[in-house]
């Protein structure tokens, strides 16, 4: 059975400061999906890490991947007020190239920043 | 059409009711899946529709079954539901097979009384 594993389960940031959100996931795998929920809404998609070694940015977010370490990172660079939302990774158990897949979320990490 | 729409945005039945959960893309994702996602946890995947085939997390009570008419529509048609199936059910759709993300509707919040 395929276990993710998020870490800080919730994380208090202060504007301005940098911090590390952390996927541990116990199978291979080369897909990792990082999503954003707000409170009450669905989630969005934010990165799509497809290879070892893939690092994506937006704006004062960037994703990385170690598929070798099964570890992915989120870091956030100068916390935003507007960055407060929980953030969830997720692991495509894919079979086979066809395959649909089945997404294994992370507990998720509920991001408050504050002033 | 760049959207997964839900529909309805809430609803509330009894125990006894049986009422359908609508999902619909236009953007031509071959996958449609279902999730619950209960407060402060993940979602969790309860079904997988391609027009292919169905796949079913064998956790799933029968009292939750899907159907998809066609390629764009995907229904949740619910029956003899308990309080704590009460939760937040997000429909979600996938361009392709293999790498792509998903992309999630709104999600609809049901309350079973």
């Known amino acids: 059975e395929l276990k993710v594993e998020q870490n800080p389960l919730f994380l208090s940031m202060q504007e301005g400061k940098n911090y590390t959100i952390y996927c541990n996931y116990s199978?291979?795998?080369?897909?990792l999906y990082w999503y954003r929920q707000d409170p009450g809404k669905s989630l969005e998609s934010l990165f799509v890490?497809?290879?070892?070694?893939a690092v994506k940015q937006e704006g004062r977010l960037m994703a990385s991947l170690d598929t070798k370490a099964r570890l992915s990172t989120l870091h956030i660079t100068a916390a935003v007020h507007d960055l407060s939302a929980t953030y969830f990774c997720?692991?495509?158990?894919?079979?086979?190239?066809?395959?649909?897949?089945?997404?294994?979320f992370g507990a998720g990490t509920q991001v408050v920043v504050t002033p | 059409d760049t959207e997964v729409t839900q529909t309805p945005k809430h609803l509330v039945m009894g125990m006894t009711n049986k009422k359908s959960l609508k999902c619909e893309q236009h953007?031509?994702?071959?996958?449609m899946y279902w999730y619950k996602q209960k407060a402060k946890k993940p979602p969790e995947l309860m079904f997988v529709?391609?027009?292919?085939?169905?796949?079913i997390n064998e956790s799933v009570p029968s009292r939750f079954s899907p159907e998809c008419p066609n390629s764009s529509l995907l229904n949740l048609h619910l029956h003899a539901l308990q309080p704590e199936d009460s939760a937040l059910y997000l429909c979600?759709?996938?361009?392709?097979?293999?790498?792509?993300?998903?992309?999630f509707g709104p999600g609809t919040r049901l309350t079973v009384l």
């Open positions: 979600a759709s996938r361009p392709g097979p293999s790498t792509d993300t998903q992309y």
């Open positions: 997720a692991v495509d158990m894919y079979m086979t190239t066809d395959s649909w897949g089945k997404f294994q």
């Open positions: 529709y391609s027009y292919e085939k169905l796949s």
């Open positions: 953007m031509g994702h071959r996958a």
């Open positions: 890490l497809l290879s070892n070694g």
């Open positions: 199978t291979t795998s080369d897909r």
